[in-house]
């Protein structure tokens, strides 16, 4: 197997980032190099943001450039981001409707197709009874759930990041971004191979990263990781294609991790797999920390 065969989709939820597009001057700093670079990403909108703060019609041409862009395909993140597991069938599923309809709008005028849902927080719902009604749920509104098989905690790095920033501790703030990176590695690195060990073979993957400051500011660093590990980046469709997306998930929890580990019919061996993952706790202690005091 060589490196020229290893693929992977970057997929980007929580776009668009309107908190973010205000401190930028109304620049979408992140899909500018993501166009420049014309690197294949898929986005997961919550239409929400767009009316998060008074600049309504800036948000919605901040959607627009993202949706307008050849590079970027677009998928449904629900409209107010609610816990699945939390929260009534109806009421999520409604949700998942009302996601849809900007980016259903937009989506027309240049022939893309909305044909992905990403549950937030990764949260399929509280057991198999709740997550067989959303699937029927989103069969019928004819959405397949985008999986992910390698994350790298950006959420709680970007957190941190930020925190530094703005108490001018840029010293810090460099060391959560270089580990945010070392761990983008490694993580790269241990799904992979968990991958190989379970099929035998080299499998596509699927990253999952958020619309954020850190991104914006190191998608270049990312971008030479993959490529240092031998992956080239490529459309979230083609990877799907692979026989390994449509196998049965046999986890029914709600917690939002690898899918992975959600195809290992063993219990023990998922949590066994779980445990050899790169590890975060000192950065999540100060994550925690920090959610705590604010």
């Known amino acids: 197997m060589t490196h020229a065969q290893k693929r992977i989709a970057i997929t980007i939820d929580d776009v668009p980032n309107t908190g973010k597009y205000v401190k930028e001057s109304f620049e979408p700093v992140l899909l500018n190099r993501i166009d420049s670079l014309k690197v294949p990403v898929t986005i997961f909108v919550n239409e929400k943001k767009v009316y998060e703060n008074e600049y309504l019609s800036e948000n919605f041409d901040l959607l627009k450039q993202w949706v307008f862009s050849p590079n970027v395909q677009v998928a449904n993140h629900s409209f107010s ?6 929260t009534d069938e109806i009421l999520f599923c409604d949700d998942i409707r009302k996601g849809g309809h900007l980016i259903g709008e937009l989506t027309q005028k240049v022939n893309k ?16 009874k709740q997550q067989q009604a959303i699937g029927q749920c989103l069969a019928a509104q ?19 990041y930020r925190h530094y920033i703005s108490e ?18 490694n993580s790269l690195r241990f799904f992979d191979s968990l991958a190989y060990t379970v099929y035998g073979r080299q499998i596509p993957h699927i990253y999952l990263c958020h619309d954020n400051l850190l991104n914006t500011l190191f ?3 990312l971008l030479k990781i993959f490529s240092e590990e031998g992956f080239s980046v490529v459309p979230m469709d ?3 294609t692979d026989a390994v997306y449509r196998q049965p998930i046999y986890y029914h929890g709600k917690w939002g991790f690898s899918w992975l580990y959600r195809w290992m019919s063993n219990e023990s061996e998922r949590k066994a797999a779980m445990k050899l993952e790169p590890d975060t706790q000192y950065y999540y202690r100060q994550y925690q920390r920090l959610r705590e005091s604010k």
């Open 238 to 240: 083609e990877v799907m």
């Open 142 to 160: 004819n959405l397949l759930t985008a999986p992910f098989t390698v994350e790298s905690s950006d959420w709680m790095f970007d957190f941190l």
């Open 81 to 86: 981001h609610f816990r699945c597991s939390e």
């Open 219 to 221: 998608l270049n660093d």
């Open 168 to 185: 001018g501790q840029n010293g810090e703030a460099a060391k959560v971004a270089e580990a945010y990176l070392v761990l983008t590695r």
């Open 113 to 128: 197709k909305v044909s992905y849902f990403r549950f937030p927080y990764n949260d399929l719902g509280r057991d198999e």
